[in-house]
Structures are given as structure tokens and as C-alpha cells.
């Protein structure tokens, strides 16, 4: 009965044994000397083919159990085991058994609900990878931190936005945790998966934080004194009590566009016979996407995320449907970027470019797939998304597994098979996964009273907020946006004076009122062409 799985062992053994690539096979080898066909002395032949003495454990029933009930089961003992056999099974599968949870195996970052500190030198506000990693460095600096974070323990979008599969959105170098035990000690590999990612920002919180983290604390208020420090108030959500804070600085990492989760339906949802979900926060996990076709709603970073996850997974057609295209890129054009020269301008070299970006349109083109409108623009991605990275996205177009549809759901088709889209016409689907964002964070400025943000993210003094700017479009009513409207300068004149004249041009600009338009003569537009930096 076992000569095959003897055969197996060997040639593995053969194969494998001399090159140090051992796999290890636990072996849990049980017998009784009351069974007809096996000798006990065969069973424990098998230690010989374990990877190492502690991976090999022997059990001999009769050591344990009634001899008659085993001499009554001979070699059937299986069928009916008894309690010692099923007890040894156990605690062997406990001692192997692979953790799928990914918090039992993080570092343990010490008490998060300790004690609200009255006086304090600095507070972050967010345990997210950017609030670790200032506070790692104010902590680094000398000063008493303590980071507060209204959920129940530390991560950010990684722990509570992402799916157990997600991985980092571009290439390794532009998002990656170098410093989690020394620079350069651990090198991830490329497009972070979750774990790791969670892995070394706890890490780092264990070693440089252990016990500043308060959890469930939600600051809910801020005010300024007349000495430039700060008083907070953090409500305890588990306790409902409000607790008064004063530091010296205060900085929050609170991501600006990720807020509470844009929920959206359909008419005639009870008529699909389908699954209907979100694609963030583990809802996709259950998912069979074997053999079936899936309707991905949206074209951002989990768009496409979710694209991969259902062609690695065996789904039969993928479709990403948005209300405009989202921009993706093959993972050598976001790696070569790295790889590129810089000018003293931090540059690239515009030949160069050409040459990268007529070798990515060409991508679209061979994987029949068409290219975001938003090129057509003069934008190289749409505002407020991100560049998405994903061979798959080429790959499954090439093979008629993917497409990349610019288009709204109006229903669910009545025989369930499917969507109704604006235009009329119609989408087959099994899934529907619906990655279709989240509603702008709005509450630090109502919290700290602030409208306005500064260079180098500063509310005020002392008081951070670490938002990423807009700088590509104006289209938030940004500088650029009213200067070019109030016809003073054109975009493009716009982009070479702030380069070359740097902040005494947008000195002189404060002395017009912005909110009105204007129409300046020639030789106003002559005179606010030609400062002089100096």
C-alpha cells in the first residue's frame, strides 16, 4: 500500500537531499502491535525519510490503549479511531499549523490603552505608516510622543482598507519601509504584498514606540494658545470620556482622500443571481471566481487590484467599468523611472520620455485595450487618481480576458444575468465587485478650525497636516487655477515663471485681488513676466 509513496520519498530524497533543498514534511507515524499486515517496525522506517529528527514523532497505540479494543480493529484502526490517535493528530496539526491571521504574527507594540498623558512635547494624530514614521522620528529626536489613532490598533488603510491579498499599488522603491531594523536590513520584494507591509510598520512601532500608541481616542478638538502650543481634546470611544492634552506640537497623518467609503447601488439588485461587493476591506475573499465573468466598478488602484486577484484566481472575463478611464502602466515603465537620470531640476530627459511613452502607448494598442482620454488632455491620469501598475491588465487584454470599458451602471438586467448600462446597452456578469472609492476626509479642518494649508504641510505653527498638495491642476481653486482664469498669464507661462522666479512671483500676485477677474494690458502682462528673481 505504501510502495508509491515510498518511490516518492526516494526520488525526492535523490533529487533534492544533496542540494540542501529539503522540504519539511512532518510525519506522524502510528501503529499497534495487534495489526495483521503492518509490522511496527515498518512504520518507524519512516523516520528515515523525515527532514530532521524533531519533524518525526512515533506512536505506538498499544503504549496507550486497551489491547483487545485494537486487537478487535486490526488494521482498520483508522476507521473508528481512538482518543489517543485523535489527540496525537491534533497537537501535530497545532505545532505545524499555519497562521492565516495576520495579526498573530506582528510584533507586539506594547499597551494601546494606557494612560492619556496631560502634558506631552508632540502628539500625532493617525498610526498609519506616515504617523510611525514621524513619530519614530520625533521619538529619535528626544522628544515624548504619544500617537493617537481611533480604531483599535495600529496600521492604517493596510490593516483596516485592505484586502489580505492587496499589494503595494507601484514599484518597490517608490513605497517601501527601509529603517524597520536598520537601513537596508530586509528588502521586500517587489509590489509589497499586505503582510509585509503590516509587518514592517510594526516592527518599527515595537522598536522605536512600544507603549506610546492610545487607540480608540479620537481627537475631536484643537485649540491654540497664546504661547503657540496647543490644547487637545481626545474622546476615549470605548469609555466615552474626553480628555484634555497639552503639547507642544501637533501633527496629523490622516489621509485626505480616503474618508468613509462611497456606497453605491443599483435599481434591480434583487433580481441578480449573482454576487454583489465591495472590493476593499476582505468583502472579496469568499469569492469564487472560477470560470465566471466580473464587472469591476471604477478604475483606481483597487480596480485594478481586484482585476489581478480575479484573473489569478480563474475568472473566465474581467471587464473595469468607470465613469472615465483610469490610467494604468506596464511594471517596467513605473520601475525605469527609477532608474533614470535626473538634472538638476530633478528631470528626466524629454527625448526620453517620448521614447517611454510611445513604448506604453504601443502597450495599449497590442493588448487591444484603449488609451485614458485624459491623455488626449495633456493629463498624464485623471485628478485625484493614481497611476495603477499591472502587467495583468496587458496581458488579459492580449488574451481577450480583459477590457477597459468608460461607462455607468443605470440597473441590473430583470433575467439577472447582468447589467444595464447608460448608453443602453448591456454587461453579462457573475460578480460585481464594486471598487468605487471613498469620500474626501473632511473633519481636520473642523477640527482644528483651519481652511487653509501652508508649504511643507503646516496649518499653522507647529501644527502639521501631512495632505498631499495639488499641484497638477488647480482644479481645487489652487493659485494656478485663478491666475490662469484671471488672464494674467496663460498655464504654460504660468509653469516657467514659478520656475524661475520662484516665490517673489507669487509675492506680487497677493497685491491683486483673486477673487475678482481682470484684464490686464500688455504691458502689465511685459511687467509680471519679467521679474527678476532678485
Known sequence: AILGDLCTLQSYRFRHGDQNRETLVPVLAICHDEDPLVRPEAVEAWREYSSSPSSFEFCALEDFEDAELLAEQGHGFCRNPVQTL???????????????DVEEILPDIGPVDGPIPEEIDCVVVGAGIAGITQAKALAESGKSVVVFDRYRTVGGIWMYYANNFSRVNSSEPAYRIVN???????????????HDILRDTFTIASTHLYGKFRC?????KISKREDRTYDLSVR?????????????VVSFNVNRRIGKRRSITWPGAEHFRGEEVYGYANEVLDLKFWGKKVLVVGAGAFAFENLRTAIERGAKQVTILGRRSGTTCPKWIDMIAFLRPLDKYFNTN?????ISFDAWRQCYKDACLDTPECWEEGLLKPHNHTVSVSDLAFLGGYYGLVDLRVGEIASFRPDGQGVLLKDGSGLDCDIVIKATGFHLNDEVPAVTGYSKIHSFNLLDFNLNYGAEPLLDG???GSQKRQIVACGIVDAIEYEEICVKQGSVFKKVLVTYDDSKPMNLDVAKRQEVKQLDST
Do not use: M, W
Open 86 to 100: 485523535l489527540d496525537k493528530v491534533a497537537e501535530v496539526f497545532r505545532k505545524y499549523q499555519v497562521s492565516k
Open 180 to 194: 524597520q531594523k536598520g537601513l537596508g536590513s530586509r528588502p521586500n520584494e517587489d509590489h509589497t504584498p499586505r
Open 216 to 220: 480608540n481616542a479620537d481627537v475631536v
Open 236 to 248: 476615549c470611544l470605548t469609555t466615552s470620556r474626553v480628555y484634555n492634552v497639552h503639547a507642544k
Open 350 to 354: 524629454k527625448s526620453g520620455n517620448i
Open 474 to 476: 488647480g482644479q481645487h
